[in-house]
């Protein structure tokens, strides 16, 4: 059975940092280009970045030079630093391909206060 794992979420003010985790099972990352979502309340889902399976990176503009996308193939799991964090930021955070073809995990909120 397949399942993605986020965590690392919480309360920041504006301009603090997160870093969210991603973790896997039941499935391999290797050979995936892998992406972190995010879905604010009343909005889509959107893909704020990826990360290729050889580990090239590309980003939304809203979050590009403030997000950093990683991958670590061996252990499974997906990173998102994320520094300068924005009210806007506020949302909850998703892991899955960039085809978005696994099953979605719960997600972990991130709260950023002005």
């Known amino acids: 059975q397949v399942e993605l794992v986020e965590s690392g979420g919480g309360l920041v003010q504006a301009g603090g940092s997160l870093r969210l985790s991603c973790a896997a099972s039941g499935t391999m990352f290797s050979g995936n280009d892998m992406g972190w979502y995010r879905q604010a309340p009343g909005k889509q889902r959107e893909l704020v970045a990826l990360?290729?399976?050889?580990?090239?990176?590309n980003y939304a503009d809203s979050v590009k030079g403030r997000f950093t996308i990683s991958r670590y193939n061996a252990k499974n799991t997906l990173y998102l630093q994320m520094n300068m964090l924005k009210p806007e930021d506020t949302a909850v955070y998703y892991c899955?391909?960039?085809?978005?073809?696994?099953?979605w995990g719960q997600g972990t909120q991130v709260t950023v206060s002005s």
């Open positions: 990360i290729t399976d050889v580990g090239n990176t």
């Open positions: 899955n391909t960039a085809l978005r073809s696994l099953p």
